[in-house]
């Protein structure tokens, strides 16, 4: 069974920075091409960025620049690291196997909070 374990959101000013962290268990996690979701008060659930096995990453427009996907496979973990934060990327954080597979069990998720 996954087990998916998202970390490091917060409340940030806009403007600032976050890395957020998530750990897998029960998976052989380095042959799974990996991305990070997001999901807004009333909104869908999107997918913001994701990273292939072999380190090959893709980011949604709305990021792409200021947010960087990243995986240490010895660790079982991806990161995102998120800079100039605005107020529209207040959402709750998720991480999971890239589109195109059948997810996995998602975890809790992690608050981030863009606001002055």
């Known amino acids: 069974q996954v087990q998916l374990v998202e970390s490091g959101g917060g409340l940030v000013q806009p403007g600032g920075s976050l890395k957020l962290s998530c750990s897998a268990s029960?998976?052989?996690?380095?042959?799974?091409?990996m991305g990070w979701y997001r999901q807004a008060p009333g909104k869908q659930r999107e997918l913001v960025a994701h990273?292939?096995?072999?380190?090959?990453?893709d980011y949604a427009d709305s990021v792409k620049g200021r947010f960087t996907i990243s995986r240490d496979n010895a660790k079982n973990t991806v990161y995102l690291r998120m800079n100039s934060l605005k107020p529209e990327d207040t959402a709750v954080y998720y991480c999971?196997?890239?589109?195109?597979?059948?997810?996995?069990?998602w975890g809790q998720g992690t608050q981030v909070t863009v606001s002055s």
């Open positions: 999971n196997i890239a589109p195109g597979y059948s997810s996995w069990d």
């Open positions: 029960g998976v052989i996690f380095n042959i799974y091409a």
């Open positions: 990273i292939t096995s072999g380190g090959t990453t």
